[in-house]
């Protein structure tokens, strides 16, 4: 621990570009957080929306992850990160600053809100395939996997702690003002990327759009190493919504717990996400890349089976339980920290945004997919026998990566090579992968 704290106190003090652009993302992860929680409450206590309504808001932020994440990997290319970092990031204070306008003036309704909730979405999802994209071009390949534990770290505080703190915020404050707290965070996340210097777009070739889309995905899909993380991610992500699904339905209806006991169930794995994403450097400086991202997700595929164990053995059980759930945040984190590494140290870097979004979009298209399975297996053959199920089939799905040339791995840069195309690669331009202070 003390080693990936060195290594991040030399790369927030050395490299001025990525110390603002983690700041950046710190607020704009809490002001995400926030806005997750703020949204349904809005709509379930000002507006008594019902549950139909509440999953249309969802969907509503959701749905521009897979309509616009390729056209988002085609404008991360063509333009300076920082215009899309400090667009993204004011168009979702903005949205945020009206519905707080609105609510305090009496007249907030439904569709301003499921209006705000596209905008955001459609923000979010420029505003991630931007960072991502820029993280390689900003830090030196053997300081990614650091940047990207931290990266994670934040994440696993801002879910652990973004619930609580919107909570205390309208408590204290009022709705309207803890929407005016929240803007105020992505207006924070947004000047805090208008300090990022000297990274540009690489040189594109003129062509249309929709040609650039089917090239982006052709390339993608053509790197070997790039191809397995993508199935792998989409594969694990369809289990973990699955599963999210069936252990609802079955905590309550077969365990009997209560709301509450099941959100702190689910909440508590996010202790495990953070300390995988802090001890991520440091597992790989003392075993192989290659073996760290596959024990990642079969780490995270035992803990969800742990549930179900637990469950039949009928002891402590909200105390396994919670063990289970540490196990999977654990072991999600640290895949997260290695398949994001290796996403960007592979590509070419022009080709960074059109690989992270439709890595993107594999990866995070099957989590409606994973939904609807789970609630349909509910129905076929009973909760305990789905939780049972999906815990055993993504046991199954997590050994994907053993059939992969990364498992052999040891490091970003061997890596990089299982990466390279048959013909010549396009050289990167050195000061790109090296720290701009």
Known sequence: ????????????????????????????????????????????????????????????????????????????????????????????????????????????????????????????????????????????????????????????????????????????LGLSSALAVTAALFVGAAIS???????????????????????????????????DLCVQAGLSNLHEQAFLTVFLVFAVRDLHMSGATVGVIVGIGSAGALAGSLLASRLAARSTVGFMLTLGVVLAAAGLLLVPVVAQIGIYVVVLASVATVVNGFGVALFNVF??????????????????????LIALGTLPLGALLGGVLCDLISPRGAIWAVGLSYLVVSFWLMFSPLRTARTLEEAQELGRPAGPREPAPEPSRTSAS
Not at 84 to 104: D, N, W
Not at 132 to 154: D, E, F, M, R, Y
Not at 209 to 216: F, K, Q
Not at 339 to 356: D, F, H, K, M, Y
Request: positive net charge.
């Open 193 to 227: 990327g208008a300090f990022l210097r000297g990274v540009e777009a690489p040189p594109q070739p003129r062509e249309s759009a929709l040609r650039t889309i089917r090239s982006g995905l052709r390339y993608t899909w053509s790197l070997r190493p790039i191809r």
């Open 1 to 172: 621990m003390e080693a990936f704290n060195g290594e991040v106190r030399d790369l927030l003090k050395g490299n001025a570009n990525f110390r603002n652009v983690w700041i950046g993302e710190t607020a704009a992860h809490f002001g995400a957080q926030l806005t997750n929680f703020l949204l349904p409450l809005i709509a379930v206590t000002c507006l008594a929306v019902d549950g139909t309504g509440v999953g249309l808001l969802s969907a509503v932020q959701f749905v521009p992850i897979v309509v616009l994440s390729l056209l988002a990997g085609v404008m991360v290319d063509r333009h300076p990160p920082r215009r899309t970092l400090v667009i993204s990031c004011l168009a979702r204070g903005g949205a945020l600053a009206l519905l707080g306008v609105f609510q305090a003036a009496g007249g907030l309704t439904f569709t301003q809100l499921v209006i705000a909730a596209a905008v955001i979405g459609t923000a979010t999802v420029f505003y991630e395939v931007a960072y991502q994209s820029t993280l390689p071009k900003i830090v030196p390949v053997g300081s990614i996997t650091t940047a990207n534990g931290l990266h994670q770290a934040t994440y696993s505080i801002s879910t652990l702690a973004g619930p609580s703190a919107a909570g205390f915020l309208i408590g204290r």
């Open 339 to 360: 398949a994001v590494s290796l996403r960007q140290a592979i590509p070419q870097e022009s080709q960074l945004g059109a690989v992270t979004a439709s890595y993107r």
